[in-house]
């Protein structure tokens, strides 16, 4: 809207016109078919905000049916008419908006959502979608599946950027995070795992339901249900934290080593970044050949084998960069990555490994050519990019010149302060520029652009 207009309008108005303008009033209208990211412009819907997903699922793991009924509860942003949720696939066969039947059509990823009556802003609303069918995974940009992605025993469920939307309806976008409880059934014998605090296990008549809650904001890429055949391993760490592992028998024996070091890689961690910010904690080692990575699925990462401690140490770091503190736009994936790849170089440092120094060095003499340096890590131009090597790489070379810059103490006050001013919420790259200068007292705008947004290999440090 022209803001002129707007604004002689106002003037010759009267008080309640006035509130009309501002919004409350304003006439129900369809919310938009994504959250406005510029690399996945259908990813997420505008026009409301979910709190909490109640997710029910049953899996057959011969046929590969999924039957889901997924019950999400939303607030109206705006007077919305019409809404959009994200899923991709699978045959919808009920919807319902509060009690009533609501009208919904399909339109590629779009499941295009019209109530009986339009809702009010800030109104909380009851969506329930029932469905069902073979889930399939996305082929993301740089050609990686994503999302249910079936196993020789199950499936092995990450959902980094797109796949959530292949196995539950969402708003699939990483600025709305909710809530999640999680009821799954399937065959007895198989073992189904998701996110936070495990609830209990009941079997009946040959199938074996397990409940999940993940109670601190999610991401819905960072939901996950696999299912397979586990080892399952529950303890609780010194600090409180729930541990749940799930491990492929066939993996068991190399994962063992490393999934015992789980407890002291958090306390480390938590020593560095402040504390651990879930109740629960674990790792889903599987045996996915078809999948090349691990994701760190929030509370839980899931590994498609069993992972060094390099891996563990980087999914692990990711809990409070990435998941506790999510990214508001894909194309700041440095925010992740960057700072996982960086939790490993420090680890190897403070473990008998070479230096952060040593392995900055290592890269940067890599020549001009190299892959390294052929887009900078705040800007991937793409998302064929946002798993690109300058995205890890140069991203850990950036806080790496941050720390030369400001020293070892304000570094790590930084980074504590990072996961802890924006925990169980969002930050984006300006804001952590704005938060180093605070801390430090320096301006370091010439840093952060020469080595998160520069093009081409930053000049000797
Ligand atoms: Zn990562």
Request: glycine letters at 10%; charged letters at 20%.
């Amino acid at each position: 809207m022209p803001q002129a207009v707007r604004r002689t309008f106002v003037l010759g108005t009267s008080p309640v016109a006035l509130v009309a303008l501002l919004g409350a009033a304003a006439p129900p209208s369809a919310g938009s078919s994504g959250a406005g990211d510029p690399y996945f412009p259908l990813a997420g819907n505008g026009g409301y905000h979910v709190g909490h997903y109640d997710l029910t699922l049953r899996y057959d793991t011969d046929s590969r049916r999924l039957d889901g009924k997924a019950v999400l509860h939303a607030r109206a942003t705006q007077n919305l008419s019409r809404f959009d949720l994200d899923l991709n696939g699978l045959k919808v066969t009920g919807l319902t908006v509060g009690r009533d039947k609501a009208d919904f059509r399909r339109d590629g990823q779009e499941l295009v959502v019209t109530p009986r009556k339009a809702l009010k802003k800030g109104q909380w609303f009851r969506v329930t979608v029932t469905y069902h069918g073979k889930p399939a995974p996305v082929t993301d940009p740089d050609g990686s599946l994503d999302g249910w992605i079936p196993t020789d025993d199950g499936a092995f469920v990450a959902g980094e950027p797109q796949g959530a939307m292949t196995w539950f309806p969402a708003n699939n976008h990483p600025k709305d995070k909710a809530s999640y409880d999680f009821e799954i059934t399937v065959p007895k014998g198989r073992t189904a795992v998701a996110n936070g605090v495990f609830r209990g296990q009941t079997t009946s008549h040959g199938r074996t339901t397990y409940r999940w809650r993940q109670s601190e904001p999610m991401a819905a890429y960072l939901a996950t249900a696999t299912v397979g055949k586990f080892k399952v391993e529950r303890y609780t760490t010194r600090d409180g934290i729930q541990v749940y592992n799930a491990v492929d028998p066939r993996e068991a024996d190399a994962a063992a080593p490393v999934l015992k070091k789980l407890p002291s890689v958090l306390a480390w961690e938590s020593k560095l970044f402040g504390p651990y910010p879930f109740k629960a904690a674990g790792a889903i080692v599987d045996r996915a050949p078809n999948v090349g990575y691990a994701l760190e699925t929030q509370t839980r990462p899931v590994y498609d084998q069993a992972p060094d401690l390099s891996t563990l140490v980087h999914e692990s770091a990711h809990q409070w960069f990435g998941d506790s503190v999510s990214l508001t736009s894909w194309k700041d994936i440095w925010l992740n990555e960057g700072f996982a790849t960086y939790a490993e170089w420090l680890y190897a440092e403070q473990h008998g490994g070479d230096s952060a120094q040593t392995t900055f060095d290592e890269l940067y003499a890599e020549p001009a050519s190299d892959g390294l340096w052929e887009f900078p890590p705040g800007d991937p131009g793409s998302g064929a990019n946002i798993f690109g090597t300058p995205v890890y790489a140069r991203g850990a070379m950036a806080l790496h010149q941050l720390r030369k810059a400001v020293g070892d103490r304000v570094f790590f006050r930084i980074l504590r302060a990072w996961a802890g001013e924006h925990r169980d919420g969002h930050g984006t790259t300006a804001q952590l520029v704005r938060l180093a200068e605070r801390e430090s007292g320096k301006d370091l705008d010439a840093l952060f652009r020469t080595w998160v947004y520069q093009q081409g290999k930053p000049t000797a440090p």
